[in-house]
């Protein structure tokens, strides 16, 4: 476990062509309001020479608001999902929030990847270590971190959106999330969103370079 605090390598970097090297996989893990998914999209939309695909989520709960079935998540009735995880078609999944069942298919994960893109993961601490076994050597798994756990208390009230109540329920949470982070590859520390996404850059890149 490492976090990068070297001077970046930002030069131009093309991974392998579609049919020239195998697909690799990025697994990207936090606490809410770390800012994972902030770094995930900056990488998607601005390192197309990365090739990302990214991996879209089952669940049990009925669409919110716009939320498109096959682009936002696979959405399933409860059976659908349970016949899923009887035929053992999940590399992980949990069961949150009053209920709902979240997942991730394998089927859609391989599809991806034999289009020869890399597969880029947003996902829970649980099942980013449940993908990261999966694939063993062939996938990235990267922690993100916020430098303390007062730092991301500012950060969820900065936010505005959730009672205290809710955010000491998110920071109890946070608290035992970041037990897992040796579990990872690697460990970034956002304490700046710039530094941070400039980090993840090196990391992939230096990940597929060496499996190039």
């Given at each position: 476990m490492e976090r990068i605090n070297k001077e970046l390598n930002t030069s131009p970097f093309t991974p392998p062509l579609e049919g020239t090297g195998e697909a690799r996989l990025l697994i990207v893990s936090a606490p809410s309001g770390s800012g994972k998914s902030t770094i995930v999209h900056?990488?998607?939309d601005e390192h197309p020479e990365f090739r990302l695909a990214f991996s879209v989520s089952a669940t049990s709960r009925p669409p919110r608001g716009k939320e498109k079935d096959r682009v936002d998540y696979y959405f399933l009735s409860d059976e659908e999902f349970r016949r899923h995880i009887e035929a053992g078609d999940f590399l992980e999944y949990e069961e949150v929030y009053g209920g709902s069942l979240y997942g991730t298919l394998k089927q859609q994960v391989d599809e991806?990847?034999?289009?020869g893109m890399?597969?880029?993961f947003d996902v829970d601490v649980k099942g980013g270590v449940n993908i990261k076994r999966y694939y063993g050597e062939r996938a990235l798994s990267i922690f993100i971190q916020p430098p303390s756990v007062e730092a991301?208390?500012?950060r969820l009230i900065g936010r505005g959106t959730d009672e205290m109540e809710k955010i000491e329920q998110r920071l109890?949470?946070?608290?035992y999330e970041m037990t897992f982070a040796p579990q990872f590859d690697r460990i970034l520390v956002n304490d700046d969103l710039e530094t941070a996404k400039r980090e993840a850059v090196a990391?992939?890149?230096?990940?597929?370079?060496?499996?190039s």
């Open positions: 900056y990488l998607m991806k990847l034999a289009r890399n597969v880029v991301l208390r500012q109890a949470k946070a608290e990391m992939l890149r230096d990940f597929l370079i060496l499996n």
